[in-house]
C-alpha cells in the first residue's frame, strides 16, 4: 500500500523559512515524478513545484526563487525548502507520486504564515 506522509509544518512568522519533507512508502520512488501542492482555506488546490524523475524541476511563479523542490532516492523522500515565507503561503501543503496512470496523495502538512 502506497503511503506518502508529510512532516515539517507549523507557524512561522513572514520572511522565515521551512522545510517540508514528504516521505514516501512506494516501490520505486525514483521512477516517480514528485510534486507538492497547496490549498488554502476557501481556495483550489494549486501546483507550487514539482521535480521529475530524472531531477527536472519546475515551479508556480509565485514561488520562484523563494521555494526549492529536491529529492533523495535513496531515502524516498522529497523535500520543499521554504524562505522568505509571506502570508499567502499560508495552506496546506501536499505531496504528490505521479507516475503513468498512478497518482498518490498524502494527507497534507498545514503551514501559516502569520505575525
Known amino acids: 500500500q502506497v503511503q506518502l506522509v508529510e512532516s515539517g509544518g507549523g507557524l512561522v512568522q513572514p520572511g522565515g523559512s521551512l522545510r517540508l519533507s514528504c516521505a514516501a512508502s512506494?516501490?520505486?520512488?525514483?521512477?516517480?515524478?514528485m510534486g507538492w501542492y497547496r490549498q488554502a482555506p476557501g481556495k483550489q488546490r494549486e501546483l507550487v513545484a514539482t521535480?521529475?524523475?530524472?531531477?527536472?524541476?519546475n515551479y508556480a511563479d509565485s514561488v520562484k526563487g523563494r521555494f526549492s523542490i529536491s529529492r533523495d532516492n535513496a531515502k524516498n523522500t522529497v523535500y520543499l525548502q521554504m524562505n522568505s515565507l509571506k502570508l499567502d503561503d499560508t495552506a496546506v501543503y501536499y505531496c504528490?507520486?505521479?507516475?503513468?496512470?498512478?497518482?498518490?496523495w498524502g494527507q497534507g502538512t498545514q503551514v501559516t504564515v502569520s505575525s
Open positions: 504528490n507520486a505521479q507516475w503513468l496512470r498512478y497518482n498518490y
Open positions: 521535480i521529475t524523475s530524472g531531477s527536472n524541476t
Open positions: 512506494i516501490n520505486r520512488f525514483s521512477i516517480y515524478n
